[in-house]
Nanobody, 121 residues
Framework: QVRLVESGGGLVQAGDSLRLSCAASGGTLSSYAMGWFRQAPGKEREFVATISWSGTMTRYADSVKGRFTISRDNAKNTVSLQMLSLKPEDTAVYYC??????????????WGQGTQVTVSL
């Protein structure tokens, strides 16, 4: 059973940067593709980014392309999401997930508890 724990969220101003991390225990992340999703209040959870198990393939939602970068370190069993030029509309709870390399949250088997990101004007 893989357990995922996110960290790095916080309150920032528009234009600032944040780096989210996701650490795994109880299993090795190298067996899984990893994804980041987010859920804003009153909205459905949405895809943000995904990275293949090897790290060679990445995919991003159009809303974050060019601003966010997903990366992984299989030796450290971690996945990160570097977020630049944050906007108020990026405000959400961010979740990391382990599973298939997909934009669909249904393809992911394990989820973290989430970390709050709040971007103010």
């Amino acid at each position: 059973q893989v357990r995922l724990v996110e960290s790095g969220g916080g309150l920032v101003q528009a234009g600032d940067s944040l780096r989210l991390s996701c650490a795994a225990s109880g299993g090795t992340l190298s067996s899984y593709a990893m994804g980041w999703f987010r859920q804003a209040p009153g909205k459905e959870r949405e895809f943000v980014a995904t990275i293949s198990w090897s790290g060679t393939m990445t995919r991003y939602a159009d809303s974050v392309k060019g601003r966010f970068t997903i990366s992984r370190d299989n030796a450290k069993n971690t996945v990160s999401l570097q977020m630049l030029s944050l906007k108020p509309e990026d405000t959400a709870v961010y979740y990391c997930a382990a599973g298939d390399n997909s934009w669909s949250d249904r393809r992911y088997d394990y989820w973290g508890q989430g970390t709050q990101v709040t971007v103010s004007l």
